[in-house]
């Protein structure tokens, strides 16, 4: 066991949060869902488990979603970040979101940027999900309140706006 | 999360400088998702992280055709999802797909998935200063054990958790290291040590060493694998027991198998007395059941973890009825689970 330094190592680090390009400085210990709370105040990427174990942290990092919480601010240098912030283009809301309103799909509501995440990651890669395939897709996201089905109702009813808009 | 250095090397060269300089305070980290949960759960105090994902010399996947070479630093994503891997060794997609959730399969990579550390829970509670910490017991023998070890256990009792060990070793893979004395490669069962020598570590690996890249000899012709999973729910955990099976045949004959089992040892283990009655039978003269008996006939259960040996035996027999419907050209129930 070696006795941590007492001052913490900073570097800077450049990094695009939702499409725009940020340049600051970081503790080497920080997580990126540090960094993103706490540094660029945005707050609604959460902080549950810390572990990398319940999904709410969920964010994209090169368009794949990743626990933010498990993943250090400075190995984001240089990539794309994706927040629940970024998903809507304009002033409304994203397709997603507007679905999990719809079919009822928070209940507390804490997992549900997470839920979105993985979800938007999804429907970029595959616009005709089928169930199982939006099951796999959240199989990393975990909601206390038990809300699956209208959670999984949400991201195919999304789904299919989204089709529909599109054509 | 206590604070420690964050250095990226530009080569392999570079990083093993590092892992030299302070061998004691230094740790590696890939994807992060292991060495941050240590760290975080204040299992490990590092002064130094040296990290792997910038190196292109780790990223590269050649599928070839007399062999094929993974880098280290592939993530299980990409293991996941590459095509040409799917059709020459699907066995290493199953078990890939199978580790924990697309969140961490973006990130993890196969070298971090073959050098991770025991997920028992005394070891991952830091108030327990248990073997594997470098204390001198081992909690989960009289404890509660019903997730550890019910074959070559002691002195530690862990599960080695990787899915890709067996899978590989199932396969034939070769380890490939880099270190102070250059390029190294063993069969990757030689890579995974019980710890008895070194207790801090679950492979062979020295000071300075990392792990670059596994090889995969082409399949024979007339050869099927598969590797199962028994866990406690559908996604996102460790495996309860699993099998990464392969059988050769010739002229009707089984000529190889390879039966590996995880979750249920501190090292992947060979089933040697099931593949024994295996090979040299004719395909159509197979008893499964007994050769899912002898792999688990030198079991020794611990108080909580007995339902683990009729599930392996079980896991054993589905996986090799799946071998053998695979070679008939149908697929079984087994190879949708």
Redo the contacts between chains.
Sequence with gaps: ?????T???T?DVTLTVNGRKRTLTA???W?LLHLLREALDLTGTKSGC????C?SC?VL?DA????SC???A??AGGKEVVTIEGVASGPGLHPIQEAFINEDAAQCGFCTPGFIM?AY?LLRREPSPTEADVR??L??NLCRCNAYGRIIQGVLAAAKAMREGAS | ??????V?PDSISGAVSLLLEDP??TSL?AG??DI??E??DGLK???R?V?L?GLAELRSLDVGNGSTRLGAGLTL?ELSTNPRLERGYPILTQAARSV?????R??ATLGGNLCQRPRCWYYRDRLFPCYKKGGSVCYGATGHNRYLAILGGGPSFMVHPSDMAPALIAVDARLEAFGPNGFRTMPLEDFFDHGQSRPLQEHVLGSGELVTAIFLPSPPPDTRSVYLKARER???DFALASVAASITLAGGVVAKANVILGGVAPTPYRARLAEAAIVGRPVDKLDLQEAARLAVSEARPLEFNRYKVSLTANLVGQALQSLLTQLKGGTSHADRL
């Design positions: 066991m070696s006795t941590a330094p001052q913490p190592f570097s503790a080497h210990h997580t810390d572990r990398g174990e999904g969920t990092l794949l979603p990743v626990y498990q993943v250090l400075l190995q993985s990651a796999a897709a199989s990393g | 999360m206590i604070p420690f250095e964050y990226r004691e305070g980290i992060g998702t941050l949960s760290v975080k105090r590092p002064r992280l990290a994902d994503a924990a959730t697309p969140q961490v973006n990130v559908a996604d996102h």
